[in-house]
């Protein structure tokens, strides 16, 4: 509908006043001015409105909610204004199979967490990082990701495992914290003729086993030049474990010899383990901060510290563990410069320590960062700051399987029913098979 202006006539009247007293061809705008110039009256153009910045999407993706990414996702946002990072979560049942299909018809993110292995690095799935990264990280943490001495994922916050103790109890025994696996027995022989059981232990479970055996492994061998290498060649075929392993397996038999380790654990669960550590009844229990928020839950008033895992050696001693993801570039990014700048931006302390602000309770791989962790992991500090975290059946391959297989190996060993020599033999039986099928 069309609408009616009406002007007031004592409007008109001042408007035809204004009009008569400005000459016609007059620039000035007020009567004050003596002089001026033509762009005094010029009616000011229109000032456009800066065009928005085109942002080039990169596409990230991984098996972790965004709750998960979602500090690193704003530090992106913040420093990276000509980017838009995208995450895609795929639920960890398909996340694998998803992200291969996607791989092979030549699409897929522009980052990738995880599915870095041998056969997709052959494939050609994967950008070479070698010359722009390796140097920036722990080889414990980008040693899961490397093949034929190239670099293919950048490694995220580590999950680990430790020696967790019970504070007030080691402090009623006057018992100080073991740095070598004979202070340990000292201290586990002082708990005893007090009645409180040394160290949890959910024996039931292989994996429980094997990981037990795996600290003391980690700093008497694989924890070493040697030994990594070893551990690498173990993986391809090159090399087996009775050769190398045996010493560290009849070592850690110590633990039976001290009564720490018993056969009618081998019934135990991890729960079970979990409140005889929270009761008191056991003084240590070797897991990691996912098992914290339980901790808490039934013994709030409990305190908690942690040691790393130990050896026959001394030292910082290691943290079983690895990455919780490594992320890799998609060689057929059509992204790949503002991909770099994701990266170079997560390989920084600022990336670092955004990632870890919503995976609390890991350590950094990248060189020079170290976390505020909780006191709860005060003891374990100089593990960390060594980059002491690893976890050896990464670098296994297809042959990682056979980790089962040693820890089923380790129960039977307790049961006394097999030697260490017997048990490693098996498992390099088992790789072998895994590595055939594989070809």
């Not at 002007?7 to 004050?32: D, E, Q, R, V, Y």
């Not at 850690?252 to 550590?277: C, N, P, R, S």
């Not at 690895?322 to 390989?347: E, I, M, T």
């Not at 100089?382 to 980790?403: I, L, S, T």
């Amino acid at each position: 509908m069309k609408r009616t202006w009406l002007i007031p006539t004592t409007a008109l009247l001042a408007l035809s006043i204004l009009i008569t007293g400005c000459s016609s061809n007059s620039t000035n705008n007020s009567s004050t001015k003596e002089s001026a110039t033509p762009n005094d009256t010029a009616t000011p153009k229109e000032s456009k409105a800066p065009e928005p910045v085109k942002k080039v999407k990169v596409r990230l993706s991984y098996w972790n909610k965004e709750d998960s990414v979602k500090a690193l996702l704003q530090l992106f946002k913040d420093k990276l204004p000509d980017i838009d990072v995208e995450y895609q979560f795929i639920d960890n049942k398909t996340y694998v199979d998803v992200i291969k299909t996607q791989l092979a018809a030549g699409e897929g993110p522009d980052i990738i967490g995880g599915v870095i292995d041998a056969n997709t690095v052959k494939t050609g799935y994967f950008e070479d990082l070698t010359e722009r990264y390796a140097s920036k990280y722990y080889e414990t943490g980008t040693s899961t990701a490397t093949f034929d001495n190239k670099l293919y994922g950048l490694p995220q916050a580590s999950w680990f495992n430790g020696v967790y103790y019970n504070v007030d109890l080691f402090a009623k025994y006057d018992l100080k914290i073991p740095t070598t696996l004979d202070e340990y027995f000292q201290v586990a022989d002082v708990l005893k003729k007090n009645g409180i059981k040394p160290q949890a232990i959910g024996l039931k479970n292989p994996n429980v086993a094997g990981q037990s055996f795996l600290g003391l492994a980690l700093n008497d061998f694989i924890g070493t030049t040697e030994g990594k290498k070893w551990n690498d060649d173990f993986g391809k075929g090159n090399s087996k474990m009775v050769d190398a392993l045996e010493p560290s397996l009849t070592t850690w038999t110590e633990y039976l010899k001290h009564g720490v380790f018993t056969k009618d654990m081998l019934g135990l669960e991890e729960e079970q383990a979990i409140d005889e550590f929270t009761s008191g009844k056991a003084a240590m229990f070797q897991a990691g901060p996912w098992y914290m928020e339980t901790f808490k839950q039934k013994a709030p008033d409990m305190k908690i510290d942690m040691f790393p895992n130990l050896g026959t050696k001394g030292g910082p001693g290691w943290m079983v563990g690895g990455p919780g993801v490594s992320f890799g570039l998609n060689a057929k990014s059509k992204v790949k410069d503002a991909a770099y700048k994701v990266l170079d931006l997560l390989s920084t302390p600022e990336g670092q320590n955004a990632y870890w602000v919503d995976n609390k309770g890991g350590s950094s791989f990248l060189k020079g960062v170290t976390f505020e962790m909780p006191a709860e992991y005060n003891g374990a500090q100089e593990a960390f700051k060594a980059g002491n975290v690893m976890y050896p059946v990464n670098n296994w391959g297809v042959a990682g399987p056979a980790f089962s297989d040693l820890g089923k190996g380790i129960q039977e060993i307790i049961a006394g029913t097999k030697t260490p020599r017997q048990v490693l033999e098996a498992v390099d039986k088992k790789a072998v098979e895994l590595l055939e099928k594989s070809k």
